[in-house]
């Protein structure tokens, strides 16, 4: 591009929504910045926004889910469908990689799939091509729960469907995003207990599928055995004869190639199963109030914080160090302080 001023907001918008792989990169950075800019943004997508299939990915760090997801987006391309993906925090970049390149150019496509959208030099209408992002969120305070919503909503905006995040199971903010999602897909693998570990991490709560990836790999069988017997349990406690649905526990090799159509047919069967019995809006509901609760989160965090070293708060805290005040009370005034003036 040789736009010298800064494109606006709507103008990004308008040229995304035209297919410019360049503008949402441009778009993407402002939502990974967060402020103004992806308040903007998340307006002008909100109106274009909520027909995508929203599928969670997530697993123990080097279960492979990365390369799941190059074998999924490259067989939903095949079926004419127009994946994006968020990578969250990936250690291993999601270059899905080479093998989603290759598979690609395979089914016909004029070219690769870059990894570095923003870069890639294609600034034309390339409608049919999955878009593949990684978002890294590591140091931004609450970064995670405000971006990857909003990203998915831009992608859900542009037409992307189904929309695909990848985030490593291991903090609760990975959970909950995974959680918000339509589809929760929990990858597992060979190895000292990882149903055992999934089950420690909340993972077994949020997935709808569950994939025992590296099934080329001695111990497969014992994973799904794990699985099975952590579901039944469930079941024991009325959660599934409640719901009418029991996650499925798909086999895979994503380094083989074999399984992932499977859990393809697992994600649609469970879309079905959501749309057929009304759950699919208490998934945007659930979806919505996570996010909202995560921005009035991080509001209110930085409305402590001023308050806190403000001339009120630090006349408080000296009062504390005096022993004239216990934090108790000078919780409760700051507390009133506070109240008020979000009331005003
Ligand atoms: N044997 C075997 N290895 C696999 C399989 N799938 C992935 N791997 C390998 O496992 C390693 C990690 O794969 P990734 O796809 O990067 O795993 P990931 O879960 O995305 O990793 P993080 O994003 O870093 O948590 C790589 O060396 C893969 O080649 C599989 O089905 N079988
Ligand atoms: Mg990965």
Redo the contacts with the bound molecule.
């Keep these: 591009m040789t736009t010298r001023t800064k494109p606006s907001i709507p103008d990004l918008y308008r040229d995304a929504r035209a297919g410019n792989r360049l503008a949402i990169g441009r778009l993407l950075t402002r939502v990974e910045r967060g402020g103004a800019d992806a308040d903007a943004v998340s307006e002008l997508a909100h109106a274009d926004a909520g027909s995508a299939h929203i599928v969670g990915i997530t697993?123990?760090?080097?279960?492979?889910?990365?390369?799941?997801v190059g074998e999924l987006v490259s067989h939903l391309v095949a079926d004419g469908r127009r994946p994006a993906v968020l990578?969250v925090d990936?250690?291993?970049p999601?270059t899905g990689g080479a093998i989603l390149g290759d598979r690609i150019r395979m089914e016909g496509s004029q070219d690769s799939v870059s990894t570095r959208p923003a870069v890639d030099g294609d600034a034309g209408t390339v409608r049919h091509k999955p878009f593949i992002r990684s978002m890294a969120t590591r140091g931004h305070s609450g970064g995670l729960a405000l971006a990857v919503p909003l990203a998915v909503r831009l992608f859900d905006a542009l037409g992307f469907d189904p929309v695909i995040i990848?985030t490593?199971g291991v903090g609760q903010v990975e959970v909950d995003v995974v959680g918000a999602a339509d589809t929760a897909v929990v990858?597992a693998t060979p190895g000292m207990g990882d149903a055992v570990q999934a089950n420690k991490a909340g993972l077994l709560e949020v997935a709808d599928v569950f994939v025992v990836?590296?099934?080329?790999?001695p111990g497969a069988n014992d994973v799904r055995r794990d699985l099975e017997l952590m579901l039944d349990l469930s079941k024991v406690t009325g959660q599934e004869a409640e719901i009418g649905y029991r996650p499925p526990i798909v086999m895979?090799?994503?380094?083989?190639g074999t399984g992932s159509t499977d859990v393809l047919a697992a994600v649609a069967d469970h879309l079905a199963f959501l749309e057929s019995t009304g759950r699919r809006d208490e998934r945007r509901r659930h979806r919505a109030r996570t996010e909202i609760e995560a921005r009035l989160a991080q509001a209110l965090h930085r409305r402590v914080a001023d308050l806190l070293s403000s001339p009120t708060g630090v006349a408080l805290l000296k009062q504390v160090e005096a022993g004239d005040q216990s934090p108790t009370s000078v919780t409760r005034t700051l507390l009133d302080e506070l109240l008020a003036s979000t009331e005003s």
């Design positions: 697993g123990a760090p080097g279960a492979g889910k990365s390369t799941l990578a990936p250690s291993s999601l990848e490593v990858v990836n590296k099934a080329d790999r895979a090799s994503a380094l083989e």
